[in-house]
């Protein structure tokens, strides 16, 4: 029973651990982009309106890149929850048929 008890948490470790893997890969993507942008905008000579609006362009990227980290860590945290659940429903159901089984009457041989 023990087992069981630890499998799910260990699970949710390795979930999470793949989200904060995908966390910094996307951090690591982000942080090249713009500095691949900045290089671009260097050789192009860019003035100050165009700093500016590459300084919106990659605060809304932030944002939606953010927005995209919440949605699957919610989506991580859901499954989780629905795992749990399920585990319970299932215990229940173990649980009412020995109730079933210890109060039907006795099979007559």
Partial sequence: MEQNGQQ??????????????????VRDRREQEQ????????RAGADNSAEKVRSLINTMQELVQ????TENQIQVQADAQLRQIRKLKDRAAAVE???RASVSPPAVH
């Fill in 8 to 25: 799910p948490q260990e699970e949710i470790n390795s979930l999470n651990l793949s989200y904060e893997q995908f966390q910094q890969q």
């Fill in 35 to 42: 500095q691949q942008g900045r290089i671009a905008l260097q």
């Fill in 66 to 69: 953010e927005l995209s980290m």
């Fill in 97 to 99: 048929a020995e109730v």
